[in-house]
Structure formats: structure tokens, C-alpha cells
């Protein structure tokens, strides 16, 4: 940024606010990286410059911008949980406001949560052709709370204002403009424009105040927050923060400004003292820690990757190649005939082309994602790759033929990744000769979508390899969490309790119906049998129809397979609705007959105590047995892989939540019932009965 007729205002060595002028114009700028983060600091700066900016005769507009990479993009994150320091975000944004000269926002990057309401503070925005704006907060369990509820309907409308703060989702600039919500859109250097358009509008009275503006709220239908609310009814289940953002909006038409911002912060304060808020910030900062390798030496160094071999073209091999060809990167992929590579790479097409059908990329980008695919039935394609995964059947004997022909002619240094769900990865490793190169790539179904990455370390697995595979899973869009070897790692093996309960409580009473119904409420996508439906009931079935040992047993052997059979453990419709089945429960009835199982009433409180406090109890083991590196890593597997409500914070988060206490009272309640399968973690006792927490 050029310093024409520039000026620094007398401010101390380490504000990161600093002043120039160009003509009569007072440009302030932040640089406070590496987000322009709303700290005290910034916020007692601006403050500062406006004031000396209303003394200085020689002003008459101001330019609000932010050096770096973008605007500001919200609360300073290292503040949270810490005494509030003056000034407040609220006082910064109405003294912007309030300044009696015009004040243009000249916004780049993202301007999100606190940063879109200091723009909201400012008289007029100029964005970046690129820019993004967005109310965040919603995600945080919170809601805006420096007056942004109340002033962005007044710029933007009623319906912007809900999409944007009860969902969180940012807009780009030329939505922005459209709805009103920037002034201007720019192409090149931005301050320059913005300084021009403070020039046009700095004899324009009165100022444009956000707060005073009646014209997008007078006259609003009532109905458009219950439609709202219908429309989102399933996105919204179980959040409180959606349901009070939609209201807070909602009184910014019925009553004055002055009113509306007293009622925003009582709502504020009620969600920010609640559990959900608490769970959510809590999981904000355990997304980020899971990026944190335990006893990694300080000097390691990734791995290049320039190129992924990747070897199935089925459903999850074609999913994990999409990961890495939507980041640019080439992919190798690998299958034994060409019936099913066709099939794979058509798949893979169709998805991309479905996205460009909503949106969400251009033609342009599926082609380029799919010509950095190099499709083949010569495995030794792979020789150049840098990284290799293996996605082939869930079978130990398959997968180390697999790995035998990879070990011959994979290049040295090659890290070698096995997308297992279950097996022992050091079982690998030790059958070929560079174990050091092996590790546990575990993608979650489907593995173009979901967020989840388990990266499973095995006890030869180099340092780099591991730090290669953690760094690349963080590029192509993944939450990626360090595993140890066990059977299932962290997210399975927790499923497996959960899923034997599950069918016990069937054969002593309970239906899949009231099972599945008490982990909905509860606030998860599904209960575990549609759950089993949905994912295919013959998963891991051993395929003899005469070999009948428990329920899915038997509900395979007569093709009740699940929602791809139009039945499972429920009946389904052409439409896939699920309905009560008799079939299923005449087997029900049958297995507790032939087994003894006195059937009976089964409490919901009960199920939740056999098939949630038993996957606390085997989260407190991966714990202890060094599995997990932290508990908050195993509430990141949950809620990325398994939909566990955020708002709850994860298995470990609600288990400190309820009381570890309450947790183990619970299983022993129920302790006789759930022999032999169960057993108390050592460390759960421990913490219960010292008081202690996994999480706070």
C-alpha cells in the first residue's frame, strides 16, 4: 500500500493500528495476524484513531481496511474464557457509527462475526470482488452481539439477515451487493477504490447509520420467521443459538434500536452461559488441537506429495481419489478390470457433474479435477506415486497380498496407507519391508463428503510419514486425528459396545424403533439400526444364509439387507420411509425364546445408560491405553464421524457434562445385565471418584 501524503498518528510501537492520510481522507489500517483478529489492542486502536480523526480539522472521511489477508475475521479466540477488556466490541462498533465524518469499510478476504459488524458500524462498505461476509457466530452456540442482529436486517432485509446469522453461512461480495449489504464492488487495489468512494460521499448528510435505517424492516410479514423456522426445522434440530438468532432478528422489526440491542444481549448472555454454547466453543478449539502430533520431534520435516496412487475404483476408492483431485493433485487409480474402473471413474464424473448441477463448481473445475485422474489396470502406474492407499475388501489376507505387490514396486520413500476400518495396521506393516512407510489412512463413508479422517499410527510408522499424512489430510478439506492400533481405532471400536447393547436390549424388549427413537431425541442423525439399514445390514455378514447366530443373521439369510433391499431391520416404501416390522420382530421374539431371554419393558433412561454411557466407558480405555492422544480427539472422531450433536461437544465433552459419577453409577446399575461384554475402565473409576473431568 502506497504511503501518499501519508501520516502516522502517535501510537505505541506494538498497537497494530496504524494511520496515513491521502488528501483529506484518514485511511486506518490493522495488521494483526494472521486474521486481524478483534483484540483489545485493535479495538482500543480504533477507537483511538477515530477520535483523533473527529479532532483533525484537515479530515473529512475516513477508510476502515486491514493489511494481510483479509478484513477483520472475527473475535480474537485467545480471549475467550478470559475478563472481558475494555473497550467492548459493541462501544467500538457505535463510536465508528457515531463519527461524525463518513466512515467506508474497505473489505477483502472474509469479514466475518465481529469483523461484518464493524462494517455494519461503518456508513458504507466497499468489498473486494472475492470477499465474504458472514455472521459465524451461530456455530459457537452464540449470536451477534455487538449490535449485528439489530443492524444487519436494516441493511440487508429480514430474510438475508436470518439465512446469514441462524445459519452461519457467509455470502460472497456480489450476493452481498445484491441484497444491499455492500455498497460497491472493486476489482484491483482496493483501498485506492475506497478512498475514492469516501471522496464522493464525504459531504453526504445525514450519515448513513445502519442503526436508523427503517426502510428493509417496516412493513415485514410476521409469517417469514414460522416459515423460516419450517423450512430449517431439520437443520435446526436440537440447536438452541438458530431459534434465538431467528428471534433476536425478529425484534430488530418490532422495536426501536436502542431497545433491540438490550434484548440481543440478554440473548446473548443467556446462550453463552448455557451448556450448548459451552460445548460448541469447546469443540471449536478440539477441532484445532487434533491438528497436534504428541511427541513429534521438532524438526520433522513432511514428506513431498506430488502425485496419490490409490487402488480400488469402488464407492471408497473413488471417493478418497475425488479428495485429492478436487486439491489439484494427480491421481493414479488402480483396478483389476476394466468393467470396474469404467464404473469407478464414471461414478466419480457423475459426482462432480452433480455438483455443478447445484452450484458448487464450475464445468470448468470438473474437468480439471477429472484430467488430474490417471485411470489403469497396471499397477505399476504406481512406481512414481508419493503416496499410495489401499482401498480393497476389509479382508487381513487381501490386503497384505495387496501391500506384498505395493512393497515391490512402490519407490522408496513412498508413504504406503492402508484405508482399513478395522484391521491391525502393524499386522501390515510387518508383512512387508518398510514398515516405517505404513500407516492407517481411514476415510469415512462417503469418503468425497464427510470431514473425518482417521490417520492410524502403527508402532514402526516414521515421524514424517505421520506428519505427511496429517498435514495432506488438512489440504484436501479433512479434520484429520491420530489413532493408535486396536481393533475399530477410536470411532469403531467406541460403535462396537454401542451395537452390542443395542441388540441385547432387542432380544430382552426394547424395538428398533424405541432405540433408534431415544438416540434422535438425544440429538443424533440416526439410531443404530436405521443406521445398519442406511449402511447395509450384510456389512462383514459372513454370507452363509444357513449359519444363523443373532438377528442379522437371520435378517440376511432371507435378503433383508437393509435400505438397498427395501428392507432391513425396518420395512421400507418406494420413497425409503421406514415402517415397523413385523418380520423383524417375529425374529426378535424368536432369538429371545430359543436363547431364555425373559423379554420385558425396557426404559428409554436404560437404553441411554447400555448404549451411550458404555461408549464413555470405552473412550475412558482408548484413553488409557494411549489410543487417542487427548480426550477432545475422541469427541472430534464422534462428531465428524458420526454425527454425535455438536451441541453436546462429543462423548468425552457430555460425559464431564452429566457427571462422571452419574456416568458410572449408571453402568453399574446396569452392569449384571451387560455381562459378559462389559468391563469398567480403570480410568473412568479413577476420575469419578477423585472428582476429575476428560474435558474441562
Request: net charge negative.
Amino acid at each position: 500500500m502506497t504511503s501518499e501524503a501519508s501520516s502516522v498518528l502517535d501510537k505505541p510501537a506494538t498497537s497494530p493500528i496504524s494511520t496515513r492520510r491521502h488528501g483529506d481522507v484518514l485511511i486506518i489500517l490493522s495488521n494483526n495476524p494472521p486474521v486481524n483478529a478483534l483484540s483489545a489492542a485493535v479495538r482500543l486502536g480504533l477507537v483511538d484513531a477515530i477520535a483523533q480523526a473527529e479532532a483533525d480539522d484537515g479530515v473529512n472521511a475516513l477508510v476502515i481496511a486491514c493489511e494481510g489477508q483479509t478484513f477483520f475475521a472475527g473475535a480474537d479466540i485467545t480471549e475467550f474464557g478470559k475478563p472481558p477488556q475494555q473497550p467492548w466490541l459493541p462501544a467500538v462498533v457505535d463510536r465508528i457509527e457515531n463519527c461524525s465524518k463518513p466512515v467506508v469499510a474497505a473489505i477483502h478476504g472474509t469479514a466475518l462475526g465481529g469483523g461484518l459488524e464493524v462494517a455494519l458500524g461503518c456508513h458504507y462498505r466497499v468489498a473486494d470482488k472475492s470477499a465474504r461476509l458472514g455472521t459465524p457466530e451461530v456455530k459457537l452456540g452464540l449470536l451477534p452481539g455487538a449490535g449485528g442482529t439489530q443492524r444487519l436486517p436494516r441493511v440487508a432485509g429480514v430474510r438475508k439477515a436470518l439465512e446469514m446469522t441462524a445459519t452461519g453461512s457467509p455470502i460472497g461480495a456480489k450476493e452481498a451487493f445484491d441484497c444491499g449489504l455492500v455498497d460497491r464492488i472493486v476489482e484491483g487495489d482496493l483501498v485506492p477504490h475506497a478512498v475514492a468512494f469516501a471522496e464522493e460521499v464525504r459531504d453526504v448528510r445525514p450519515l448513513a447509520k445502519s442503526s436508523e435505517r427503517q426502510d428493509r424492516i417496516a412493513d415485514v410479514d410476521p409469517s417469514v420467521f414460522d416459515d423460516f423456522r419450517k423450512e430449517n426445522a431439520k437443520r435446526f434440530r436440537g440447536f438452541e443459538a438458530p431459534l434465538r438468532n431467528i428471534e433476536a432478528v425478529k425484534i430488530a422489526t418490532e422495536k426501536p434500536y436502542s431497545e433491540g440491542v438490550i434484548e440481543e444481549r440478554k440473548l446473548f448472555m443467556e446462550l453463552m452461559g448455557g451448556e450448548q454454547s459451552a460445548a460448541q466453543r469447546y469443540f471449536f478449539f478440539a477441532e484445532r488441537k487434533a491438528n497436534k502430533i504428541e511427541g513429534l520431534p521438532e524438526n520433522t520435516e513432511p514428506r513431498p506429495v506430488r502425485k496419490v496412487g490409490v487402488i480400488g475404483a469402488g464407492t471408497m476408492g473413488g471417493g478418497i481419489s475425488m479428495n485429492f483431485l478436487s486439491a489439484g493433485i494427480p491421481v493414479t487409480i488402480v483396478e483389476m478390470g476394466q468393467e470396474a474402473l469404467d464404473r469407478g471413474t464414471g461414478v466419480m464424473r457423475r459426482n462432480y457433474e452433480a455438483s455443478a448441477a447445484k452450484g458448487k463448481l464450475t464445468a470448468q473445475q470438473v474437468e480439471q479435477a477429472m484430467g488430474y485422474l490417471q485411470p489403469t489396470l497396471d499397477f505399476a502406474e504406481l512406481a512414481d506415486c508419493d503416496l499410495i492407499v489401499e482401498a480393497v475388501y476389509e479382508n487381513m489376507d487381501v490386503k497384505k497380498e495387496v501391500f506384498g505387490r505395493i512393497d515391490k514396486i512402490a519407490r522408496p520413500g513412498a508413504i504406503l496407507a492402508s484405508n482399513t476400518s478395522y484391521l491391525d495396521i502393524d499386522e501390515i506393516a510387518a508383512s512387508i519391508s518398510r514398515p516405517e512407510d505404513v500407516l492407517g489412512m481411514h476415510f469415512f463413508s462417503p469418503a468425497n463428503i464427510m470431514k473425518l479422517l482417521e490417520v492410524v499410527r502403527g508402532a514402526k510408522t516414521a515421524s514424517d510419514a505421520l506428519l505427511t499424512a496429517m498435514q495432506l489430510g488438512k489440504k484436501i478439506g479433512k479434520v484429520p486425528v491420530v489413532a493408535g492400533v486396536c481393533h475399530g481405532f477410536i470411532g469403531n471400536r467406541m460403535l462396537m459396545p454401542r451395537q452390542i447393547e443395542a441388540t441385547k436390549l432387542l432380544l430382552e424388549g426394547a424395538s428398533p424403533e424405541q432405540i433408534d427413537r431415544v438416540h434422535v431425541e438425544f440429538g443424533m442423525p440416526m439410531g443404530p439400526f436405521r443406521m445398519a439399514d442406511l449402511a447395509g445390514v450384510d456389512i462383514g455378514w459372513h454370507r452363509d444364509p444357513n449359519r444363523i447366530e443373532n438377528v442379522r443373521d437371520a435378517l440376511c439369510a432371507i435378503d433383508r439387507w437393509g435400505q438397498k433391499k427395501g428392507a432391513g431391520f425396518y420395512d421400507y416404501d418406494e420413497k425409503r420411509r421406514p415402517s415397523p416390522s413385523p418380520v423383524v420382530q417375529h425374529i426378535i421374539e424368536d432369538f429371545a425364546a430359543r436363547q431364555g431371554v425373559e423379554r420385558r419393558e425396557i426404559s428409554d433412561g436404560e437404553i441411554v445408560e447400555r448404549t451411550l454411557y458404555t461408549m464413555v466407558n470405552e473412550g475412558a480405555k482408548i484413553l488409557e491405553e494411549g489410543i487417542a492422544q487427548r480426550a477432545s480427539d475422541v469427541d472430534v472422531v464422534w462428531v465428524y464421524g458420526y454425527g454425535w450433536p455438536v451441541y453436546r461437544g462429543g462423548p468425552m465433552f457430555w460425559a464431564d457434562s452429566v457427571g462422571l459419577q452419574t456416568i458410572v453409577d449408571g453402568l453399574k446399575r446396569q452392569e449384571e445385565r451387560m455381562k459378559p461384554d462389559f468391563s469398567f475402565s480403570k480410568l473412568l473409576l479413577d476420575k469419578a471418584e477423585n472428582g476429575e473431568s476428560f474435558t474441562r
